[in-house]
C-alpha cells in the first residue's frame, strides 16, 4: 500500500512543503515568492509544484559572487 502524499524520490518536482524545505525558507514565504513569481514554479490545475533543478539554477543566478579584497577599514578612536 502506497502513500500519495509521500514524495516520490526519483521525481524532480517538489510539492510545496517540500520546496520550502529545501530551500530552508517558511512555507509562507514560498508561498509569497510564488505569487509575486520571484521564485520559479508551474501551476497545472491549480497544482503548484517546483523543479529542484530550476530551484538549483534560481539560487545559483541569485547568489552573490562576493569580493576577492576587504575594502581597508579605518578606525579612529
Not at 15 to 43: H, M, Q
Request: charged residues 20%.
Amino acid at each position: 500500500m502506497s502513500n500519495s502524499s509521500q514524495h516520490d524520490p526519483a521525481s524532480p518536482w517538489l510539492k510545496p512543503d517540500e520546496a520550502a524545505e529545501y530551500l530552508g525558507i517558511a512555507l509562507g514565504t514560498l508561498r509569497n515568492w510564488t505569487s509575486a513569481k520571484f521564485v520559479p514554479f508551474s501551476k497545472r490545475g491549480g497544482i503548484v509544484r517546483y523543479h529542484r533543478n530550476q530551484l538549483d539554477q534560481w539560487l545559483l543566478s541569485k547568489s552573490c559572487k562576493g569580493r576577492s579584497t576587504f575594502a581597508n577599514a579605518t578606525t579612529t578612536d
